[in-house]
């Protein structure tokens, strides 16, 4: 069984944080990665962030010294900080699998972010 349930967002104005939190119920020595994704409206949804399980983080160019994803494979966080309406998405989170190094066919709920003006 794998859940991922993400929670933490919210309506912001530009310019503030927000901090999203993602619990996957998943055995960590089957993960390697925890990845953020959105997806706005009439978008593709795009990883934005990803932490490895030995500790490396990457990050989309869009979000790079704003956002910073932390935790480890069960809980991770994404610390957002001088959001810009362009960040409003829902926001998913998900696991890659140490075997095949692709995420998992599974997405939750996601989290609503929006971003005013």
């Known amino acids: 069984q794998v859940q991922l349930v993400e929670s933490g967002g919210g309506l912001v104005q530009a310019g503030g944080s927000l901090r999203l939190s993602c619990a996957a119920s998943i055995s960590t020595f089957r993960i390697n990665a925890i990845g953020w994704f959105r997806q706005a409206p009439g978008k593709q949804r795009d990883l934005v962030a990803a932490?490895?399980?030995?500790?490396s983080t990457t990050y989309a160019e869009t979000v790079k010294g704003r956002f910073t994803i932390s935790g480890d494979m069960n809980t991770a966080y994404l610390q957002m900080n001088s959001l810009k309406p362009e960040d409003t998405a829902v926001y998913y989170c998900?696991?890659?699998?140490?075997?095949?190094?692709?995420?998992?066919?599974?997405w939750g709920q996601g989290t609503q972010v929006t971003v005013s003006s």
């Open positions: 998900n696991a890659r699998e140490r075997y095949t190094n692709n995420y998992l066919p599974y």
């Open positions: 932490l490895s399980s030995s500790g």
